[in-house]
Structure formats: structure tokens, C-alpha cells
């Protein structure tokens, strides 16, 4: 905070599309939407007319106890969405506020879900290392980044974790960086699913298995843009299902088409008992989050009103009818064969684009999952050294992008680049360029340092 209070932020005051404007008129490309919200473009006609026409008829009426028209469409186009016609799973949808509290629900329904049925005594929930789930206390407990939750270690409940698929940085990786295949590296057996096993087994001969695995898929956000290989999932899904854990879901970063599929679970036809969703739902225009679950967790909180087994979990702003409608509208907006042809324009050119930083000396990985991008700068790329934070090179680097009229936000060392759905190609190719540039410039491999537009 103190560095930040040193400087005058940046701003911003109004955007269309992909482009941001602050108070002195300068523009900026949204190279990270607005952290990970927007999919559409800022000020899109199609969702600010839903948002009026809902003006029209109501801002907000409670959901305690009452329903609403906007969030009720809402819910069943969620479990639509999330192949309920399908696999008769996700069916019953709960709103809250945002990512956190959507997590927090699930972590609720699981906990109760297990002691009702009986499952375990104790339950116990089992999630990736470098897992970050939110900033709520039982969002937090599932978390295990110490720089965020060492600080709040005497609030949280203890939670286990598992090695997630780190490739890149993966201990038992044997083979030797090439920059001429980028995917050399995912040559590996797979021993972090051992370890997933021997944990499932070590917590049932305890006599108290796990109540849940929680997990992100396809990518961990928070813990450095980490992506996992094809078919690792599905296994890891397997293995828990074999155990008798639930699967939670965290889909707040990777839903609403982000890797590809409406949902990245759907790319490994994992269907997860309760899944979490936020970020992206409205479009990225008001916070508004979804927790879905199965019908068995359903009915463990259905009773008589005297037998209080209802869950006791709500927010007053829960099913608000604005948010919902926005919702709908961003929803339609990601069916439309449009928009599915720019998101496929859009990973392409992405994906092109970043081959040209490979040739830089400092990026040592980069990860790309959909629109989703991790540009990770080591010291050396041939050791894989990383940067101490506290040299804050990945900040140095966003700063440098920021004077070059593009705005992102690293995860330590790893430059995000997550753009709104929106984003020409050309616009596309100017972030990554904005990226290398203020690479070079920071790690002094060219003169220029940088002019704003």
C-alpha cells in the first residue's frame, strides 16, 4: 500500500469494447477484463438494454422466502448449460454475491451434505497446492498460497492438499528445456495422481474419508496460470469418485467459455456434484455468483419447517433481478455463432502472437489454455530460477504495458493476459507486443522505454 500511495492511479472513467479510458483521456486496452470479469466488452448494447428494460419493472426484491421471474429463467438456463438434460446432475442453483461466497456455499452444502448422510464423522476436504478458492473464511481454509492465507492461519480450518500438475515446475519432471517445443516438458507419468491416490486412501483408513475434492479446472488461476494436461482431470476425478468424495468445482475464473467449452469440467466430461460460478455471469457488469449442486445434496436440506434442516446460508442481495437479467443476456450473447467465431479468431491470434516471445532470454514458460494466458519470466530460462517477489518483476512489467496503453495484472511472476471475448485480433497482437516490448524494457534488451499512445 505504501508503494502504491506514491504514485496516482490510474483512473478509469469510461470503456467500450476491449478499450478503457481514465480522467486524462488516455485509452487503454482491457488485457485482463477487468480481472477476469467481462466477457462481452464494457457498454454492451445487448446487456445494457436487458439492464434497462429489468429498470423498467424492478431494481431488487428480497429471495427470502419469494421468488423472482429474471433469476428463476436464470437458473434454468445455468443447469442447462451445465448438462443437466444430460446427465440429470446439476440441477438446483443457490446465488449469492460473488466468487467467495459462492465457494463458501458449497463448502456449506458439502459439510452438511456429509454429516446428514453420514459419509464421516469429521469431514475433511482435500484441494491442489497453491489452491485459492477466495477471501471468506471457509474460502480461505480451502486455500493453501501462503502469501495470501499464512496472515489469517489462526482463523482458517486445516485443509490438506495434493501436488496440482505443475508441469513446468513439476519435481519429478526429467526432461530438459527445449525452446524449439514449449510443450516438451508435459512428457511425465503422471506421479502427481499418485499422490492424489495414496492421500484418498491414507484419509480412508483413518476411518474419516474426505468429504470433497476441490479443485479448478483446467487451470489454476491465483496459483500462477497452471495448466493441467490433457486427461488429468478426468483421472483425478476418477480417483475421488472411487473414494466416495464429492467433486466441488471451482468455475469462477475458468466458466462461461474461458478455456473453450461453456464450462472446463465439460472438456473432460467431469460433471462435479457442486460447481461454483461468478466472475464472468453478468457479463462482468454487477457481482452476482451461482453455486449449483446435485438433487441427492438438494434433498439432504429438505424437511419439515420444525425439523430446521434447511440451509442456513443466504445474502440479501441473493437472486437480485438485475444481475440476473444482465446474466441472461451475456449468456445469449456467448451462444451466438458470432460470438463463438470470435473466441476461436481470438485464441488464434492470441496463440500466434505469443511464439515471438519465446525468443526472450527471461519468459521460461507459456501457458495458454483457451483465453487464457500465463507468460512466466525466470532468470534463467534454461534452470527455471525464479525471481525473488520482492524484486517485483512481474509488477515492472505491467507498468511498463500500462504506459504502452495496455492494462493487466500479474500473479507474481507470471503476466496474465485474459481479454474480453470482444478483442480483434489486431488488438490482440498489440497486447502481446505491449507484453514483449515492456520485457525487453525492463530486463534493458532494447533502448526504447516506452511512450504511451
Given at each position: ?66 421468488a423472482n421471474e429474471p433469476a428463476s429463467l436464470l437458473a434454468a438456463k445455468l443447469a442447462d448449460l451445465a448438462g443437466y438434460a444430460k446427465t440429470r446432475k446439476l440441477k438446483w442453483v443457490f446465488f449469492s454475491d460473488d466468487g467467495s461466497t459462492a465457494m463458501e456455499a458449497a463448502l456449506k452444502m458439502a459439510w452438511q451434505f ?193 425439523e430446521f434442516k434447511t440451509f442456513f446460508h443466504g445474502h440479501s442481495f441473493t437472486a437480485n433481478q438485475i444481475g440476473a437479467a444482465a446474466s441472461l443476456a451475456s449468456l445469449r450473447l456467448l451462444e451466438s455463432p458470432a460470438s463463438i467465431r470470435a473466441r476461436g479468431r481470438l485464441q488464434k491470434a492470441l496463440g500466434e502472437s ?100
Open positions: 500500500m505504501r508503494d502504491w500511495r506514491k504514485r496516482e492511479p490510474i483512473i478509469v472513467v469510461s470503456g467500450d469494447g476491449a478499450v478503457l479510458r481514465d480522467a486524462r483521456g488516455r485509452e487503454y486496452l482491457d488485457a485482463n477484463s477487468s480481472i477476469w470479469t467481462n466477457l462481452h466488452g464494457h457498454r454492451h448494447p445487448a446487456i445494457n438494454a436487458a439492464i434497462m428494460r429489468q429498470l423498467g419493472k424492478i431494481a431488487h426484491s428480497s429471495a427470502l422466502g419469494l456429509t454429516l446428514r448422510t453420514g459419509r464421516s464423522p469429521k469431514p475433511k476436504f482435500l484441494s491442489l497446492d497453491s489452491a485459492y478458492h477466495g477471501d471468506t473464511v471457509g474460502a480461505m481454509s480451502l486455500g493453501h498460497i501462503d502469501l495470501f492465507h499464512k496472515s489469517h492461519r489462526g482463523l482458517i480450518f486445516k485443509t490438506d492438499s495434493t501436488p496440482a500438475p505443475f508441469c513446468y515446475r513439476c519435481p519429478f519432471n526429467r526432461a530438459q528445456p527445449e525452446r524449439a517445443d514449449a510443450r516438451l516438458y508435459r512428457k511425465c507419468n503422471w506421479e502427481c495422481t499418485d499422490f492424489l491416490e495414496q492421500k484418498f486412501a491414507a484419509q480412508k483408513k483413518k476411518g474419516n474419508p474426505y468429504a470433497a475434492f476441490v479443485f479448478e479446472p483446467l487451470m489454476q488461476g491465483a496459483a500462477g496460470m497452471i495448466p493441467q494436461p490433457e486427461g488429468w482431470l478426468r483421472r483425478a476425478a476418477q480417483i475421488a469418485r472411487a473414494h466416495g468424495a464429492l467433486l466441488i468445482a471451482d468455475e469462477v475464473m475458468t466458466g462461461f467459455g474461458r478455456t473453450g467449452p461453456t464450462f472446463a469440467c465439460q472438456k473432460e466430461s467431469v460433471s462435479p456434484d457442486l460447481m461454483a460460478l461468478a466472475k464472468g455471469l453478468t457479463g462482468g457488469y454487477l457481482p452476482m455468483a451461482a453455486t449449483l449442486a446435485t438433487q441427492p445434496i438438494f434433498d439432504v436440506f429438505l424437511g419439515r419447517y420444525d505469443l511464439q515471438t516471445l519465446w525468443s526472450l532470454p527471461n519468459v521460461g514458460d507459456i501457458r495458454q489454455v483457451g483465453l487464457i494466458v500465463g507468460v512466466e519470466l525466470v532468470k534463467n530460462w534454461k534452470t527455471r530460477e525464479p525471481f525473488a517477489l520482492r524484486e517485483r518483476i512481474g509488477i515492472r512489467v505491467c507498468e511498463a504495458m500500462a504506459r504502452r496503453g495496455v492494462l493487466t495484472r500479474p500473479v507474481g511472476n507470471v503476466l496474465v493476459l485474459m481479454p474480453p471475448y470482444c478483442t480483434t485480433p489486431a488488438q490482440a497482437r498489440r497486447m502481446v507486443a505491449s507484453l514483449r516490448e515492456s520485457v525487453e524494457e525492463i530486463f534493458n534488451l532494447r533502448a526504447d522505454k516506452g511512450v504511451h499512445s
